[in-house]
């Protein structure tokens, strides 16, 4: 199992959006320290397994963050597995979990899996509707954030803004809260200085969006997030 703590930046990709192969080479020999494969819609078995094959033929980290039982495949280096914590509905906490481990508990590797405490913060975003999300104070997510690490005891706090660019000092306030619990923030990320910005505080940085609008600008937040963790020696 890969360990999140180690990671400063990540590139999300969605495998219902396309990207040729001499992006991808890119995107996976760019210094990242690894890719994550996921989205909230349009997420099939095949579109899941087709970027997975080609993703194995570079040596880096790859990931599937699961989003929907049907598109669960075999042969990924680790599985994220997101527990919705602002959701109203506690099927997005518990439910599909659990329906998950009922059919595929014969087969999980369990060391392969990692738990995210999501924070989804764009009332915009699909996401948002889609798993019934409320939308949060600031002292809300505080205490969301705290639970994850002092009640569930979860390895990852996940600020979510999904297409668009957070609040910063949120997410320093957040950063202050955490000592066990990885803070990963994504969403909006369309320069290296947000990306800087946000690698001030967080401990991982999921750049997404961006690779699709903008593929240099995407491939330059390695170095800007890079370069903020070895200024400051890590999150403040």
Not at 130 to 138: A, F, G, I, K, V
Not at 202 to 216: F, K, P, Q, S, T
Request: aromatic content about 10%; some cysteine.
């Amino acid at each position: 199992m890969y360990n999140i703590s180690e990671w400063d930046h990540v590139f999300k990709l969605d495998p219902n959006k396309t990207i040729t192969d001499a992006d991808l080479e890119k995107i996976c020999t760019s210094g990242t320290d690894a890719v994550i494969v996921g989205g909230t819609d349009g997420v099939t078995f095949e579109n899941v397994t087709d970027l997975q094959e080609r993703l194995e033929n570079y040596d880096i980290p790859f990931v599937l963050e699961v989003s929907d039982m049907e598109a669960i495949a075999p042969g990924f280096d680790a599985y994220f597995i997101p527990l919705v914590l602002n959701s109203g509905h506690k099927k997005w906490m518990i439910d599909v979990q659990h329906q998950a481990i009922k059919e595929y508990a014969d087969v999980i590797e369990w060391q392969d899996m990692l738990t995210e405490g999501y924070c989804v913060l764009n009332p915009e975003a699909k996401v948002f509707e889609r798993t019934d999300c409320s939308l949060p104070y600031e002292k809300d997510v505080l205490a969301y954030a705290q639970m994850a690490e002092h009640i569930f005891r979860l390895p990852v706090f996940y600020m979510e803004y999904s297409g668009t660019y957070g609040d910063p000092d949120l997410v320093k306030a957040v950063s202050r809260q955490l000592e066990n619990t990885s803070l990963v923030y994504g969403g909006g990320i369309t320069s290296e200085k947000q990306a800087s910005e946000m690698a001030a505080f967080a401990d991982v940085i999921v750049v997404g969006d961006v690779i699709y609008d903008n593929l240099e600008i995407a491939l330059k937040t390695v170095e800007a997030v890079k370069s903020m963790k070895m200024k400051d020696g890590g999150p403040s």
